[in-house]
């Protein structure tokens, strides 16, 4: 048998690790790589994309979902720039993902040749942590092993660049010898830290200190729901949730007050308002003005990254430890507080908030109200469902309209906020648990960008799924809407129509001619229907639902005088001023409604 090839290696060393998929698109920067999984059976298996950046994407989503390490590949020159993107949405988001980067010729380095770019200069900062260039096979596996223990301890992409030549000669093994590096067998240990003693001891003096308790919590808290819930019962808080930590806990529960900041709730815009004592765990929701005023509350931070503790409120008390843990070791010390007032004055807000996004949701549009479409959803989804959300005005129907419960699951570009994972994301959740239903919720812009061509993914690959439900819901309003919005209300200017109106297309039609099944809805009563067909049909389904791109996403912090404001810029020359005005009108009078 030939010996085997650097590349062969590189894939026995990503079996070794548990990789099953890798997404990404050939080329002759990795012609070694692509022949390797030609000779490796599908283990792991090949993910083609039909972009390099929506590879990254499927990565991230993949690593978001399933907790473990997403991998992506792509060649030299325009792959790996095009990998950027979505490794940059895994950065900011704390994601573990490796990314395996093709290269000229080492020949060839040095004497701009084709497709020859300075990989290095270009990744060292998406791949702080971790990036490598292999120039000789006895680097490995050394270079594969510590990409994949950094990407996972410190929850961030690595980049390992590969030479194409060297991907084609023999491995070499490290020898017992000077300047040559073994490694051990992939594994990671497990360790759990907790915050000191008397740091906890502290913290929870402080929460027994105050009659007012808030909590924040984001996806650093995802392992620490129970504790979560207890603290809460124990200090009668409520609890808010950064946007990336929708799914932690279940909107069922009556004190969680649902999301946060601009695509936030009242309750979680009043409690934070009003309390006195914050407790903020894993989590680094970046705008301060929607948590309490800086001299307002006692705040305790928990964050198992000390780097980004009491960024964003001066906290009293840093905890630098894993959430679990740490919540576990101080659940003792908390009292449970007897005056309930507050908890009942948060849990009747909870009420009333969820009672006025339904009237929203209600509300006449023409020709369908874009918050229906996902109150709509919220009735009929399963509680092991998967969310994925793209950036865009949906985005707020999203993360207002959309109650989690069960074991379900949501995520999105939270901080980066690109457009386009939407569709990827959903892609890479099915790999990660393919006897899942997957929901993507994306807007027409985001559609348009890069997820029509994604579609042509998911109809190559649905047969590899138990359950082959993913279904691509389209909010199709013909208008880049979340800028649109952030025109008026933020720069005080009417829709420019040449940047913010799209081409109007039929998603419903394309996806038939991709192969999947399809639905157009355009009257808001078909909306309940065509959700119930998608998500009892046996494969994947698009459903092109046309709505109102003027239904406002209304902050819940503002007021009619800032909604009068708006008003005055947008008559000045918006398109559609009139109808604007009187759905902000009516979307707004529901807060006051009892």
């Given at each position: 048998?030939?010996?085997?090839?650097?590349?062969?290696?590189?894939?026995?060393?990503?079996?070794?690790?548990?990789?099953?998929?890798?997404?990404?698109?050939?080329?002759?920067?990795?012609?070694?790589?692509?022949?390797a999984?030609?000779?490796?059976?599908?283990?792991?298996?090949?993910?083609?994309?039909?972009?390099?950046?929506?590879?990254?994407?499927?990565?991230?989503?993949?690593a978001?979902?399933?907790?473990?390490?997403?991998?992506?590949?792509?060649?030299?020159g325009?792959?790996?720039?095009?990998?950027?993107?979505g490794?940059?949405?895994?950065?900011?988001?704390?994601?573990?993902?490796v990314?395996i980067?093709?290269?000229?010729?080492?020949?060839?380095?040095?004497?701009?040749?084709?497709q020859?770019v300075?990989l290095?200069s270009?990744?060292k900062?998406v791949?702080?942590?971790?990036?490598?260039?292999?120039?000789?096979?006895?680097?490995l596996?050394n270079?594969?092993?510590?990409?994949?223990?950094?990407?996972?301890?410190?929850?961030?992409?690595?980049?390992?660049i590969?030479?194409a030549?060297?991907?084609?000669?023999k491995?070499?093994?490290?020898?017992?010898?000077?300047?040559?590096?073994p490694?051990?067998?992939?594994?990671?240990?497990e360790?759990?830290?907790?915050?000191?003693?008397?740091?906890i001891?502290?913290?929870?003096?402080?929460?027994?200190?105050?009659?007012?308790?808030?909590?924040?919590?984001?996806?650093?808290?995802?392992t620490?729901?129970?504790?979560?819930?207890?603290?809460?019962?124990?200090?009668?808080?409520?609890v808010?949730?950064?946007?990336?930590?929708?799914?932690?806990?279940?909107?069922e529960?009556?004190?969680?007050?649902?999301?946060?900041?601009?695509?936030?709730s009242?309750?979680?815009?009043?409690?934070?308002?009003d309390?006195?004592?914050?407790?903020?765990?894993?989590?680094?929701?970046p705008?301060?003005?929607f948590?309490?005023d800086?001299?307002?509350?006692?705040a305790?931070?928990?964050?198992?990254?000390?780097?980004?503790?009491?960024?964003r409120?001066?906290?009293e008390v840093?905890?630098?430890?894993?959430?679990?843990?740490?919540?576990r070791?101080?659940i003792?010390?908390?009292?449970?507080?007897?005056?309930?007032?507050?908890?009942?004055?948060?849990?009747?807000?909870?009420?009333?908030?969820?009672?006025t996004?339904?009237?929203?949701?209600?509300?006449?549009?023409?020709?369908?109200?874009?918050?229906?479409?996902?109150?709509?959803?919220?009735q009929?989804?399963?509680d092991n469902?998967?969310?994925?959300?793209?950036?865009?005005?949906?985005?707020?129907?999203y993360?207002?309209?959309?109650?989690?419960?069960?074991?379900?699951?949501?995520?999105?570009?939270?901080?980066?906020?690109?457009?386009?994972?939407?569709?990827?994301?959903?892609?890479g959740?099915?790999?990660?648990?393919?006897?899942?239903?997957?929901?993507?919720?994306?807007?027409?812009?985001?559609?348009?960008?890069?997820?029509?061509?994604?579609?042509?993914?998911?109809?190559?690959?649905?047969h590899?799924?138990?359950?082959?439900?993913?279904?691509?819901?389209v909010?199709?309003?013909?208008?880049?809407?979340?800028?649109?919005?952030?025109?008026?209300?933020?720069?005080?200017?009417?829709?420019?129509?040449?940047?913010?109106?799209?081409?109007?297309?039929?998603?419903?039609?394309?996806?038939?001619?991709?192969?999947?099944?399809?639905?157009?809805?355009?009257?808001?009563?078909?909306?309940?229907p065509?959700?119930?067909?998608?998500?009892t049909?046996?494969?994947?389904?698009?459903?092109?639902?046309?709505?109102?791109p003027?239904?406002?996403?209304?902050?819940?912090h503002?007021?009619?005088?800032?909604?009068?404001?708006?008003?005055?810029?947008?008559?000045?020359?918006?398109?559609?001023?009139?109808?604007?005005?009187?759905?902000?009108?009516?979307?707004?009078?529901?807060?006051?409604?009892?």
């Amino acid at each position: 048998m030939a010996a085997a090839q650097v590349s062969d290696h590189i894939l026995q060393r990503l079996r070794e690790w548990g990789v099953r998929e890798v997404f990404g698109y050939p080329g002759d920067g990795i012609n070694g790589l692509v022949a390797a999984f030609g000779r490796a059976d599908t283990c792991p298996r090949f993910v083609q994309a039909r972009h390099e950046e929506m590879a990254a994407f499927q990565a991230t989503g993949y690593a978001k979902f399933s907790g473990r390490v997403g991998v992506c590949t792509a060649t030299s020159g325009p792959g790996a720039i095009h990998l950027l993107n979505g490794l940059y949405d895994a950065k900011l988001d704390h994601v573990p993902v490796v990314a395996i980067v093709g290269q000229t010729a080492r020949s060839a380095m040095g004497g701009s040749y084709q497709q020859e770019v300075d990989l290095q200069s270009l990744y060292k900062d998406v791949a702080a942590d971790y990036l490598v260039e292999v120039n000789v096979s006895s680097q490995l596996p050394n270079a594969i092993d510590r990409a994949f223990r950094t990407a996972i301890s410190r929850r961030s992409p690595t980049a390992v660049i590969i030479p194409a030549d060297l991907q084609e000669e023999k491995y070499e093994p490290p020898r017992h010898e000077f300047k040559q590096m073994p490694s051990s067998p992939p594994s990671l240990p497990e360790t759990v830290t907790v915050a000191p003693d008397d740091g906890i001891r502290h913290a929870a003096e402080v929460l027994n200190a105050g009659s007012k308790v808030a909590v924040l919590i984001g996806q650093g808290a995802r392992t620490a729901a129970a504790e979560v819930v207890e603290i809460a019962e124990l200090t009668g808080a409520g609890v808010a949730k950064a946007l990336l930590g929708k799914d932690v806990l279940s909107d069922e529960l009556p004190f969680v007050t649902g999301p946060i900041g601009l695509l936030g709730s009242r309750p979680s815009y009043e409690m934070m308002r009003d309390c006195d004592t914050l407790l903020i765990v894993g989590s680094n929701f970046p705008y301060t003005q929607f948590l309490p005023d800086l001299d307002q509350a006692r705040a305790v931070q928990i964050d198992i990254d000390g780097t980004r503790i009491g960024m964003r409120y001066p906290t009293e008390v840093n905890l630098v430890g894993d959430a679990e843990a740490t919540l576990r070791a101080m659940i003792p010390m908390v009292n449970h507080k007897q005056d309930r007032s507050w908890r009942h004055g948060i849990e009747k807000n909870v009420e009333r908030w969820w009672k006025t996004v339904e009237r929203q949701s209600m509300l006449d549009a023409d020709p369908i109200n874009p918050m229906r479409i996902v109150w709509e959803l919220s009735q009929r989804i399963p509680d092991n469902a998967i969310v994925t959300a793209d950036s865009g005005s949906s985005t707020n129907w999203y993360a207002r309209c959309l109650r989690m419960r069960g074991e379900m699951r949501g995520s999105l570009s939270g901080t980066l906020a690109t457009m386009g994972p939407g569709v990827p994301y959903a892609i890479g959740a099915k790999f990660a648990h393919p006897d899942l239903p997957v929901v993507a919720l994306v807007g027409d812009g985001a559609m348009q960008m890069n997820g029509l061509a994604e579609l042509m993914t998911i109809a190559r690959y649905q047969h590899l799924w138990d359950d082959r439900r993913l279904i691509v819901c389209v909010f199709h309003n013909n208008d880049l809407n979340q800028v649109t919005w952030e025109l008026r209300a933020m720069g005080g200017a009417p829709k420019f129509e040449e940047s913010q109106s799209l081409p109007d297309v039929s998603y419903a039609d394309l996806a038939r001619d991709m192969g999947l099944e399809s639905v157009a809805v355009a009257d808001a009563g078909a909306i309940g229907p065509a959700w119930d067909y998608a998500l009892t049909a046996d494969g994947p389904v698009l459903l092109d639902i046309r709505c109102d791109p003027e239904v406002p996403p209304i902050p819940p912090h503002a007021s009619y005088e800032q909604m009068k404001d708006m008003a005055a810029a947008v008559v000045r020359g918006d398109p559609n001023a009139w109808h604007l005005m009187v759905q902000g009108a009516k979307t707004k009078a529901q807060e006051f409604r009892s």
